[in-house]
Structure formats: structure tokens, C-alpha cells
């Protein structure tokens, strides 16, 4: 049916999502966050993982059932720890790395197929990495 008249549509800027987080879980400000079968959950080394972006505030649901609270998560190039053991080097920029725990991304799935997907490499430095999700 359409509209009949103006309307106040909501909007949301699309860096931004709110999901619900795993049951037994938390997951800390400014880590990696991933959705794990609906639910979100810290970034680790699994396969099936999809990368959602970074919590932007702690959400702990360590003593609650799935969807018990929210956390707030941003896509956008955030800067992370560099795999010691496969690490990012700027022939990585432009392409996928992937995810080691909630805080460090490495360069290939060296792992046996057993890493996701975090994101793109935007840049790489002494430092860290740069990743863009989303």
C-alpha cells in the first residue's frame, strides 16, 4: 500500500549496527566483533565467521542467554595488531586479511583454512594494520 502522506522514516547511517551478542560471552570496546550463527561475538580463529566491524562500547553477557543486551558495532579502517606469525606487509594492501583473535588480523589463512575473513588491508606500518570493514 503506499503512502498516503508524508512520513517520518527512520534512519540509521550504515557505519553503524546494533546486534545481539552470544550467550556467555563478552566482547571488549574497540575489538574485532564478527557474527557467529546471528549472534555477536569477539573475533577468534574459526571459519564461517563474517567480520562485522568494531564494538564501540564493552557488551558483557557473560551470565546471559543469547540476545540478552546489544552491542553497538562500526564498520569504517581501524587500526590492529599485526600477526607476529604471519604478519601484513604492504603487498597485503588492497587484499583480504584475516582474523587471528579479537584485536590481531594476518595476512593469509596460513592457519589451515581455519581463519575468516576480517577485512580489506587499507594500509600497513611499523605499527599495526589498517583494515576497512565492510
Avoid at 563478552?26 to 564461517?48: E, F, H, L, Y
Avoid at 564498520?75 to 599485526?82: E, I, Q
Avoid at 596460513?110 to 611499523?126: L, M
Amino acid at each position: 500500500m503506499a503512502a498516503a502522506g508524508p512520513r517520518n522514516t527512520i534512519t540509521r547511517q550504515g557505519e553503524d549496527r546494533e546486534i545481539g551478542v552470544k550467550a556467555a560471552t563478552r566482547i571488549w570496546q574497540g575489538t574485532i566483533a564478527v557474527n557467529d550463527a546471528g549472534v555477536a561475538a569477539p573475533g577468534r580463529t574459526a571459519t564461517g565467521l563474517v567480520a562485522l566491524g568494531l564494538a564501540q562500547e564493552t557488551a558483557d553477557n557473560s551470565g546471559g542467554a543469547a540476545n540478552a543486551i546489544r552491542v553497538k558495532i562500526r564498520r569504517g579502517t581501524f587500526y590492529l595488531k599485526n600477526s607476529s606469525g604471519d604478519p601484513v606487509t604492504a603487498a597485503s594492501i588492497g587484499k583480504d586479511v584475516f582474523i587471528v583473535d579479537d584485536e590481531t588480523v594476518s595476512a593469509t589463512n596460513a592457519g589451515g583454512n581455519t581463519q575468516s575473513v576480517a577485512g580489506k588491508c587499507h594500509d600497513v606500518d611499523a605499527g599495526g594494520v589498517w583494515v576497512t570493514f565492510g
